[in-house]
C-alpha cells in the first residue's frame, strides 16, 4: 500500500486551477527526449486544458491564452514549436511602475481629491462666462461637500474663502454669481434621497416593524 501524500508536502503548483495531474503531465513532455513526441503531447494538453475552460472558448486569443499558460506551468523550460510566440520570463515578472496617488492629506478632506483637481483646471482656463460658471459650480459642489459633512449650516463666506485658499488666491466667484445656491435646497435633495438621518431612521424602524434592538 503506498503512503499518503498530503498536499503541503507536494511540490506547489504554479497555476492551481488546473489541478495537479495537468502539472504532472507537462513536467512528463519536459522529460521526453523526442521533439516531434513533445509536440504531440503538448498538443494534447492544450486540448485538455481547454476542455476544462468551454465557457471561454469564444474569447479572443483564447488558444494563445493557454499555450501562454502551458509554458508558465512549465518554468518557462519547456521545447516545443507553438503556434503563437513564446512568452518571455521576464516580462511576465516585470513590476508595473508606481501608480502616483493623490494627496494624502489635505486639509479640507471633506471637499475630496475631485475638488482640487477641478480647481488646478479652472486656474488655467482663460477669463471669460465660461470660467465664471465653472468656478461657481465648483463653489456650488464644494458647499454641497461641506453640508455632507456639518448637517447644519454653513455660510457662503467660508467657502469662498476656502475656494480662494485652495486655488493659491486665483479663483474668486464673481459677484454677479452670488449669492451659492441655498443651504436649504441641498438638505432638500439629501432629504428626498433619503440621506437624512431622521429620514433613515424612519425608514429603519419602519422595516423592523418598530421593534427595539437589542
Known amino acids: 500500500m503506498e503512503t499518503l501524500q498530503y498536499n ?78 513564446k512568452p518571455q520570463k521576464e516580462v511576465l515578472t516585470q513590476k508595473p511602475d508606481r501608480l502616483a496617488y493623490p494627496q494624502r492629506n489635505p486639509k479640507y478632506r471633506f471637499y475630496g481629491n475631485n475638488i482640487k483637481s477641478m480647481i488646478n483646471v479652472a486656474v488655467n482656463w482663460e477669463e471669460g462666462e465660461l470660467k465664471n460658471a465653472l468656478v461657481f459650480n465648483i463653489a456650488n459642489h464644494m458647499k454641497k461637500c461641506f453640508l455632507n459633512w456639518n448637517k447644519d449650516t454653513v455660510q457662503d463666506e467660508v467657502i469662498l474663502n476656502h475656494l480662494l485658499e485652495l486655488s493659491d488666491n486665483k479663483l474668486k466667484v464673481s459677484d454677479d454669481d452670488l449669492p451659492l445656491t441655498d443651504t436649504s435646497e441641498f438638505l432638500k435633495i439629501r432629504s428626498k434621497n433619503g440621506n437624512g438621518s431622521k429620514n433613515n431612521y424612519k425608514q429603519r424602524n419602519k422595516r423592523n416593524g418598530g421593534r427595539k434592538r437589542y
Open 8 to 85: 503541503t508536502k507536494r511540490t506547489q503548483l504554479i497555476i492551481p486551477e488546473y489541478g495537479r495531474h495537468v502539472q504532472l503531465m507537462i513536467n512528463q513532455i519536459m522529460e521526453t527526449r523526442d521533439r516531434d513526441e513533445r509536440n504531440k503531447m503538448a498538443k494534447a494538453v492544450i486540448g485538455i486544458m481547454g476542455n476544462m475552460n468551454p465557457h471561454l472558448r469564444d474569447v479572443p486569443d483564447f488558444q494563445h491564452k493557454l499555450w501562454d499558460q502551458l509554458f508558465i506551468m512549465s518554468n518557462f523550460e519547456l521545447d516545443v514549436d507553438c503556434p503563437f510566440e
